[in-house]
């Protein structure tokens, strides 16, 4: 743990596992509230001068952290790999995705510009300024163990506000080496600390109940979201929610199928299907069906699975039993209501993955609304296929969630894709485009995927109050 700029020994600990082999990788110090409150203090001490430095000084700050983040790389991907199992290249990538946060609001804090408001008095003038909501309480997952650190440490940092963080009991091992190079890049003591835990729901309620914390930020599931913005409600804490979601995919008959099913394929298996803008139902015109599928399948059967540290490997380990188990259920429900399975849908424990949690990668077809995979979040590798007809009906079977976060649209037709994106309730839509995420580019759901926005212009806001000046002159 990392308090008030000091590394903390602790006798009580717990162990950290390679989910792609059952090994133990390390153990870190299991935090109670009494460390969260302690953090949330040091950060609160610290406010008062990091809220007073100029955004030059905080840019460079951030910007170091950047260059340390990119000199160790390397060493960033392996340890992600080994302590969340993504192939390394994937982690690779990450890790390159994590730093552009930290080089984007490096240098967005010397944007954070007021305005000035022309006044219907002729003696009153109106400035609008901007200041730092102050402390911040994060909580992160396991599934992009770094990048969403940095995607909330970055802006927060930048805006001046100082941040105690609860990365996932998972991943924190990638989470120590973070504030390791926020420390060497000379973050002061008390403006980035960092409380590890196995159980989070104490360090959740610090957050909630401290009357210091002034906002909290937190990725992570719909059902804890909920939770942490009922707790936080009788203080009225400012909240950045980014859940869950259930990202339809649609294909519309226009669409190259060879073409779509390969960006499906990349897209739905990417991180082993453990990604918040994962497709989770994939639709796809029945006139165009037979060599989509085809394609598909032929793909996923040359797909990999294993340790990531190995170059051929396309599918790493989900993170945990419980995964597996989800997963597996989903999969013997939808067969079992009449889906057709094309292939995988078993747990594999041959040779090497024995001690692992892999799960083969899973195509099903047929797939239809009673099925518990049509609505829930999966979170793994199984792809659902849903044939359509009439494309006056897709963009509410698409809306039909209560999630909001990604949507995805393959088509040729200009018209269909501007009418698509702007039908499709939904905060992140990939037209053509796979990967529809940068630093550069607000990240966030709608409806119940969250509220607010990361990274962009927007991310920043997310840390600032907005202060309004009149004046009589
Ligand atoms: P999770 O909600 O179980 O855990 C996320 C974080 O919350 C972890 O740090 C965990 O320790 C903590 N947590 C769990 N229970 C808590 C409690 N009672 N009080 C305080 N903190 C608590 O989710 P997960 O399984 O780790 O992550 C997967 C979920 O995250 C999926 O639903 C996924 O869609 C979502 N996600 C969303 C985004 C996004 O940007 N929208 C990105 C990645 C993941």
């Given at each position: 743990?990392?308090?008030?700029?000091?590394?903390?020994?602790?006798?009580?600990?717990?162990?950290?596992?390679?989910?792609?082999?059952?090994?133990?990788?390390?153990?870190?110090?299991?935090?109670?509230?009494?460390?969260?409150?302690?953090?949330?203090?040091?950060?609160?001490?610290?406010?008062?001068?990091?809220?007073?430095?100029?955004?030059?000084?905080?840019?460079?700050?951030?910007?170091?952290a950047y260059q340390l983040m990119l000199e160790r790389k390397k060493a960033l991907a392996e340890?992600?790999?080994?302590?969340?199992?993504?192939?390394?290249?994937?982690?690779?990538?990450?890790?390159?995705?994590?730093?552009?946060?930290?080089?984007?609001?490096?240098?967005?804090?010397?944007?954070?510009?007021?305005e000035t408001i022309p006044s219907?008095?002729?003696?009153?003038?109106?400035?609008?300024?901007?200041?730092?909501?102050?402390?911040?309480?994060?909580?992160?997952?396991?599934?992009?163990p770094i990048s969403m650190i940095t995607r909330k440490v970055a802006p927060a940092l930048a805006a001046g506000c100082t941040i105690v963080l609860k990365p996932a009991e998972a991943t924190p091992l990638c989470a120590i080496a973070i504030f390791e190079?926020?420390?060497?890049?000379?973050?002061?003591?008390?403006?980035?600390?960092?409380?590890?835990?196995?159980?989070?729901?104490?360090?959740?309620?610090?957050?909630?109940?401290?009357?210091?914390?002034?906002?909290?930020?937190?990725?992570?599931?719909?059902?804890v979201g909920k939770k942490l913005a009922q707790d936080a409600a009788p203080q009225l804490k400012r909240m950045s929610l980014e859940l869950g979601g259930h990202a339809p995919f649609i294909v519309f008959d226009d669409a190259d199928p060879v073409h779509a099913?390969?960006?499906?394929s990349l897209v739905k298996f990417l991180n082993t299907g453990q990604a918040c803008i994962s497709p989770n139902r994939i639709f796809v015109h029945r006139a165009i069906m037979e060599p989509f599928l085809k394609t598909f399948s032929q793909r996923v059967s040359r797909m990999v699975a294993g340790n990531g540290m190995n170059a051929e490997v396309a599918i790493g380990p989900l993170?945990?039993?419980?995964?597996?188990?989800?997963?597996?259920?989903?999969?013997?429900?939808?067969?079992?209501?009449?889906?057709?399975?094309?292939?995988?849908?078993?747990r594999l424990t041959e040779g090497a993955l024995v001690d692992g949690y892999f799960y083969a990668p899973t195509l099903l077809s047929g797939v239809t609304p009673a099925m518990r995979i049509y609505r829930e979040e999966t979170f793994g590798p199984v792809?659902?296929?849903?044939?359509?007809?009439?494309?006056?009906?897709?963009?509410?079977?698409?809306?039909?969630?209560?999630?909001?976060?990604?949507?995805?649209?393959?088509?040729?037709?200009?018209?269909?894709?501007v009418r698509t994106f702007e039908g499709l309730n939904f905060g992140i839509i990939g037209i053509n485009d796979i990967n529809p995420t940068s630093a550069a580019a607000p990240f966030g759901g709608m409806k119940e995927s969250g509220l607010g926005r990361e990274g962009a212009r927007e991310g920043i806001m997310e840390y600032l109050e907005t202060k309004l000046g009149g004046f009589v002159v």
């Open positions: 743990m990392f308090i008030n700029g000091e590394w903390r020994e602790m006798t009580d600990t717990f162990a950290v596992y390679n989910p792609a082999t059952g090994e133990e990788i390390g153990r870190v110090g299991n935090g109670r509230s009494s460390q969260a409150n302690e953090a949330i203090q040091a950060a609160h001490t610290a406010l008062a001068s990091w809220s007073q430095t100029t955004a030059y000084q905080r840019s460079e700050v951030l910007y170091r340890l992600m790999t080994r302590e969340q199992g993504k192939p390394l290249k994937a982690s690779t990538f990450e890790v390159q995705y994590g730093a552009d946060f930290l080089l984007w609001f490096a240098e967005e804090t010397k944007r954070i510009y007021g219907a008095r002729a003696d009153q003038r109106f400035i609008v300024a901007h200041q730092p909501v102050g402390v911040v309480g994060a909580i992160t997952p396991w599934n992009y190079i926020l420390e060497e890049a000379g973050v002061p003591a008390g403006v980035a600390n960092l409380v590890t835990a196995l159980d989070p729901a104490p360090i959740g309620h610090a957050f909630c109940t401290n009357p210091l914390v002034k906002k909290i930020t937190f990725t992570g599931s719909t059902a099913a390969k960006g499906a993170v945990n039993e419980a995964a597996i188990e989800k997963v597996d259920e989903q999969v013997r429900d939808a067969v079992a209501l009449g889906a057709t399975l094309h292939n995988g849908g078993i792809a659902a296929i849903i044939p359509f007809d009439d494309e006056d009906d897709i963009l509410a079977l698409a809306n039909d969630t209560h999630y909001g976060l990604a949507a995805y649209v393959y088509t040729q037709n200009l018209s269909k894709a």
